[in-house]
Every structure is written in C-alpha cells, then in structure tokens.
C-alpha cells in the first residue's frame, strides 16, 4: 500500500511538474483564427475574332479574394513593435520575426498556415518555426512555404553565438536544409517549340480548322497563335510542376555565419540581421543543387533592415525590408514611407 501510494504521488508530481513546464512555455502565447476577404478585379470584357469573321465576345469574371488563417505564436515584441489591432486577424506582418535573435532568450515560437486566393489564383502559405536564444547558443528548426514566391523548405541550424556587446553579435554554425530538388529543370532536354510534350499530355491539333483540343475535347485555342501564346505556356507550367513533384526531396549540409544588432531609442531605432552560407557540403544525390550548378560552390543569404526615426514630434521615416536568396530563388517583401502628423 504505501508502494503504491509513493508512485501515486511521484506520478502526481512528475504531472504537475510538466503541466507547470507546460504552462510556462505558453505562457503569453496567442491563438489565432481568422478569415478575411474582400472583393478582387472587376469584371473584364474580352473580344475574338471567331473564323466565320464574327465578333465573339465573353466576360472574364475573377472571384473574390479571400484569406483563412490559423495560428500559435509566441513571440515578445521589440520596442519599435506596437499591437496594432485588438485581435490578431493573420493579416500581420512582422519582418522581425525572420530575425535570428529576438527580444528575449529562451524559447519562442510561430506556427502559421494561410490558405489564400488572390486574384483568382490559390495559394498556401505556411511559416513554422521554434527557436531558442542562449547567451552562447542558438538553435532554430523552421518550416516555410510561400506559395506565391514557389518556395518551400525545411530548415534547421545550430550556431555558436558571440556577444561584442548588448546590440551587436555575431554567429557561427551549420545548417541543415531538406526541401525539392531545385535548379531541376524538365524542360531543358526537350526540343521548341514543346507541343509534343502537350500532345504528350492529351493536346490534339485539328489542322483543317488549325484549333487546338484539351483531353476533354473542348476547343481550348482557334489558332496556333494563340495556342503558342496562351495556352501552351500554361501547359508547360503544370507539366513543370508536375515532373518536379515526382522527384524526392533532397538533404543538404550548409556553413552559416551571420550577424545580429539592435538599437532601440524612442525616436531612432535600428535592427539589421544577416546569414550567409558561402559554403555547401556536396551530396551523392543526383538532384542536389551542386548537380545543376556545374558542381561548384554557391552563396545563399538572408537578411533584413528595420530603420525608423522621428525627425520631430510631426515628420516620422521608416524602412523596413527582408531579402532572401535561395538556390538561385528570390522572394522578398520591403516597406518605406513618411508620417507627417499635421497637428
């Protein structure tokens, strides 16, 4: 019996002591879920030429936008960070949180997935990352999916951290990067102007009418021109997508050096982040990225700017800004302007 009862109350204190570990690490986290939409283009009216010499006429109509969000994050705000809206509504956009070190040390995280439609076209977004600041260490595991930039990777890394002072560290390390086979590309071996490989996927060419057929059997082109000009290029796109998402996905090894500084005033402030990986282990894989970039060394960075500053109690300028360079793929985002409050 009191066996029993000295487990019962370890079990109860191991119990508590992760449900109050639990806690802590919540602690201050937010939940989020949200939808906002709004109209997109108006309607448009197209004209053709059909072959009989009428006018053809058509409206081209593109649905609303829309955007579902669905979110946990912990992450303190830098002075310069203000709420701005009671809620989050997933329509926020931090630049600092791609920075490597935050406000605080020990760990923060983001978990978000965006579901959008703009202008007619779909696109899903994802932005996970956990990462824990020491005073000598930092490790960082991230997962990014920008689906209107068509870059998607999983990212992890251990650095070890200088301090030169309380505003500027440097930092030194690896990273480890597993994401598609980029650089690939499945047109290269084919001949122009590439209707076979439509033909190839189901395309059909009436050449007494010189119309083009979808696999349905619809008219999808009136002419070879138009075909070559419209059509064909969407065609190609998906056979792209398609061919690359048979491939696996591939590992790689990286070196990374970067730097972090921080300077908060509450009329000047500036937080700068870099990390460049100048240096990549070679893989045996036959779709690493050294295999398309005639098996030599190239550089991958990431940074950003936030710079703010109060001329005065009325004139206010800021430039905030993020750079990303990956296997020889750019998305970036930047914002600049003035405040002038009149009275």
Do not use: C
Not at 43 to 62: K, W
Not at 88 to 115: H, M, P, Q, R, W
Not at 133 to 150: L, P, R, T
Not at 260 to 267: S, W
Request: charge should be negative; aromatic fraction near 18%.
């Amino acid at each position: 019996m009191r066996l029993l009862l000295t487990l019962t109350l370890l079990l109860l204190g191991s119990l508590t002591t992760q449900a109050q570990g639990l806690k802590k690490a919540f602690k201050f986290a937010t939940f989020y879920a949200a939808v906002n939409g709004g109209n997109s283009l108006s309607d448009d009216n197209v004209y053709s030429l059909n072959p009989n010499g009428t006018i053809g006429y058509d409206v081209v109509t593109t649905p609303f936008d829309y955007s579902l969000t669905l979110g946990l994050r912990k992450i303190a705000r830098l002075g310069y960070e203000n709420k701005e809206n009671a809620f989050y509504n997933g329509t926020e956009n931090s630049f600092s949180d791609a920075a490597t070190i935050g406000k605080v040390k020990g760990f923060e995280f983001l978990f978000e997935i965006d579901y959008s439609r703009q202008f007619g076209v779909s696109y899903l977004d994802q932005n996970h990352f956990l990462r824990y600041v020491g005073e000598q260490f930092i490790v960082k595991i991230e997962y990014v999916q920008d689906g209107f930039a068509d870059i998607n990777y999983f990212e992890s890394s251990q650095r070890y951290r200088y301090n030169v002072n309380k505003k500027l560290s440097f930092n030194l390390g690896a990273v480890q990067r597993f994401s598609e086979p980029y650089g690939y590309n499945p047109l290269e071996n084919e001949i122009f102007p590439y209707s076979n490989i439509a033909i190839n996927e189901g395309y059909s060419h009436d050449f007494t009418t010189d119309q083009w057929l979808n696999l349905e059997g619809e008219v999808v082109a009136n002419s070879t021109e138009v075909w070559r000009e419209v059509i064909l290029p969407q065609v190609l796109d998906d056979y792209v997508t398609q061919e690359r998402t048979k491939l696996n996905n591939t590992l790689g090894h990286s070196l990374v050096v970067g730097f972090d500084y921080y300077h908060y005033t509450k009329t000047f402030w500036l937080h700068s982040w870099a990390n460049v990986m100048p240096y990549h282990l070679k893989s045996n894989s036959e779709y690493s990225y050294h295999s398309f970039n005639n098996n030599e060394q190239w550089v991958d960075y990431s940074g950003g700017l936030i710079l703010g500053y109060k001329v005065n109690k009325h004139l206010g300028l800021f430039l905030e800004g993020k750079y990303n360079k990956y296997w020889n793929r750019n998305w970036h985002d930047f914002s600049v302007g003035a405040n002038y409050v009149i009275f």
